[in-house]
């Protein structure tokens, strides 16, 4: 009898372990997710100083971190709670089974499982959650096989990087940082119990929503490690009562969206898994620079509404530039800026703002939005009179000419004027800028020829213009952007250098690429210097003096196009370059109080005069270039080069100082 049993018993065995093995040979293909693990990761940037300024990721947030960077303690509340045994078993507990199934026969049904991480981990990734035998014999095969295959170290690295752990954080690193805002090697007791304790029900015990809950769960954890010995009565003291500081923070902790936009846009085409790479790039941005810059366009923008509201007051007021009748809020719906600051010797941007409210609106108008700079486009046809011959102490004539011309066989008139209609007459090149004439501009370019003042534009990389005099009040379009590239040939002493956010790209393996300013030789420092000592006197007496901040010494140009579309200020300091732009995203005209020197002048000076307040060991002065020498024209200071000399019979030069001072030229 015993023989048929031992039989029976033989085949069934027999039987049992030819079914495991063909269950395993089905789901063995399933261990290399395991082994060669590779979740999807978040990408990181930060700013120039090591700030975090966003996280982006595809569908799981996970920061993941190498078993080596876990703190021991972590390790140990890991294995207390959830499988102390882990270091002894391979795969499987054969006690926690028996006693899990005692269990589950009591109760007629699954109320306990016996589940290793090995385990769990396996159902994390490979396996679905749900209760069945199947599943969990499927489980305790794979478990088995893997301990063979991986170390004990790597599986628990693989554990703590996969498992949720509520509020959408994956990963123990990722919910360090997400629920408290440490790294693991920050944290206390109560913080890892916390961690540790949360895979079980993570959504349950998720610390912003059911903190009682989340505590009762941690000491459980601290109790565990009390009774197996693994910390001591002080240290159980110390934690058993401790409540922490649990932050409810958003995931991206986006600070600087706009910046975070571009950054991906440009990465993008190279870097096809820029959301789950767990790439670290560091940009140039300076988020202290970034604040500043949105306080000063929401700056200039508030003082527009406020002008506007103030002016609607008198009907008189509520008329267009035609002088139709207009509803309330006409001139400024729309209304937007932007504004983008970047270092004169690398073109490193510091900041960058593409709207007054990212939350209203996402376009980015630094990058996006082409506009008519307007006057602020003189400096490039001054520069390359300047570079012809001319000086700033040269005479200009500043009349009205009519210019006619023909479309479709229909002859037209354009009769160019200056801002209040006035003539001066005869002025010099620098009173010309220094004021913004329109009519001795447009007499310089007819001198000079629209020829060579349009290769002069094209030297500063300003290209697609429409090659007639129209171009000399800055008729043609640019972006913030391509126009901070263009006047960092001013503030960078005549070499011109890209504007660029990418500081250095590190991969998931740790390797780096580093990137470097892109630049371009335009013109001497001694011919910019000119230029740059005209367009100091525009911020110092001329349209700019809104720009204006005590203790440095800025350089600038305003811009304002027709019926006050477009408002501009383009200028820079000894080493930071900034342009500000204002105007309405539907092309229509603000009032005509808005202008490159009411509107966009003073965000310039804000951002400015908070950002000396943060930075006063910035150079304060400009430097002038051994080559460039001066003298006094009709008792005024001038300056001047070997290419562009002083005018010898239009005005009286000489050596001697108002105050009688002898100069040596």
Not at 119 to 136: G, P
Not at 470 to 486: E, R, V, W
Not at 598 to 604: G, K, L, Q, R, Y
Request: some cysteine; glycine content about 8%.
């Amino acid at each position: 009898m015993m023989k048929y049993i031992f039989t029976f018993l033989l085949i069934i065995g027999i039987g049992i372990a030819g079914w495991l093995l063909n269950l395993y040979n089905e789901i063995r293909g399933d261990l290399d997710k395991v082994v060669n693990y590779n979740p999807p990761k978040t990408t990181q940037f930060f700013d120039r100083d090591g700030k975090l300024i966003a996280n982006i990721f595809k569908k799981e947030h996970r920061l993941y971190v190498k078993y080596e960077d876990i703190p021991a303690r972590v390790v140990e509340a890991l294995v207390a709670i959830e499988d102390t045994h882990f270091f002894e078993h391979h795969g499987i507990n054969p006690d926690a089974i028996s006693r899990a199934m005692i269990k589950n026969i009591k109760a007629m049904k699954y109320v306990e499982g016996a589940s290793t991480l090995t385990q769990q981990l396996i159902k994390s990734i490979v396996l679905t959650r749900e209760k069945k035998l199947i599943r969990k014999i499927k489980e305790a095969l794979l478990a088995v096989r893997l301990e063979t295959i991986l170390t004990k170290e790597q599986i628990l690295e693989r554990y703590l990087n996969q498992v949720y752990f509520g509020h959408s954080y994956y990963g123990i690193r990722t919910a360090a940082q997400g629920y408290f805002r440490k790294d693991l090697f920050e944290l206390n007791l109560k913080e890892i119990a916390i961690l540790v304790g949360l895979p079980k029900a993570p959504s349950f015990y998720d610390p912003t929503r059911n903190l009682k809950f989340t505590l009762t769960r941690a000491n459980q954890v601290i109790s565990r490690m009390h009774t197996l010995g693994w910390i001591n009565d002080e240290e159980y003291k110390d934690s058993i009562n401790y409540i922490p500081k649990v932050y409810n923070d958003t995931l991206t902790k986006n600070k600087a969206p706009y910046i975070v936009d571009y950054a991906i846009k440009i990465l993008h085409k190279d870097i096809k898994d820029i959301r789950s790479g767990g790439y670290k790039i560091n940009l140039t941005i300076d988020l202290d620079a970034q604040k500043i810059a949105r306080e000063a366009l929401k700056y200039g923008y508030d003082r527009i509404i406020q002008r506007d509201e103030k002016l609607q007051k008198n009907p008189k007021n509520n008329v267009d530039h035609d002088g139709n009748e207009v509803e309330e809020g006409y001139f400024v719906n729309s209304l937007n800026g932007a504004l983008i600051s970047i270092e004169n010797n690398t073109g490193k941007i510091l900041a960058m703002v593409g709207g007054v409210d990212y939350k209203e609106s996402s376009f980015n108008r630094v990058v996006q939005s082409r506009r008519q700079p307007g006057s602020s486009a003189k400096p490039f046809f001054y520069q390359t009179a300047l570079d012809l011959g001319y000086s700033p102490a040269s005479q200009l004539i500043d009349i009205g000419r009519t210019y006619n011309y023909e479309i479709d066989g229909e002859e037209k008139k354009w009769q160019p004027k200056n801002y209040g209609g006035k003539f001066k007459g005869i002025i010099t090149l620098r009173e010309s800028l220094v004021k913004s004439r329109n009519l001795a501009t447009i007499n310089l370019v007819t001198d000079v020829g629209i020829d060579e003042m349009y290769k002069g534009l094209e030297n500063f990389g300003i290209t697609g213009m429409p090659k007639d005099l129209s171009i000399t009040l800055g008729s043609f379009s640019i972006s913030p952007f391509d126009f901070s590239k263009a006047y960092s040939s001013f503030s960078n002493d005549g070499i011109q250098v890209t504007p660029y956010m990418i500081n250095s790209i590190t991969n998931s393996k740790g390797e780096t690429i580093n990137f470097e300013p892109e630049v371009k030789y335009v013109d001497s420092p001694e011919q910019i210097y000119l230029m740059k000592s005209i367009l100091e006197d525009v911020v110092l007496k001329g349209t700019g003096r809104r720009a204006k901040v005590k203790g440095i010494e800025l350089a600038g140009k305003t811009g304002t196009t027709n019926n006050n579309t477009d408002a501009w200020f383009c200028g820079f300091s000894p080493t930071i370059q900034t342009i500000v732009w204002f105007g309405k995203d539907d092309n229509t005209a603000m009032r005509r109080s808005e202008g490159g020197g009411t509107t966009a002048a003073p965000s310039f000076s804000y951002f400015y005069k908070k950002y000396l307040e943060i930075h006063p060991e910035i150079q304060r002065e400009f430097q002038m270039p051994d080559n460039v020498k001066s003298s006094y024209v009709n008792g005024h200071k001038e300056y001047y080069t070997q290419t562009s000399p002083l005018p010898k019979t239009q005005m009286p030069v000489t050596n001697e100082a108002p105050n009688g001072e002898i100069i040596e030229f």
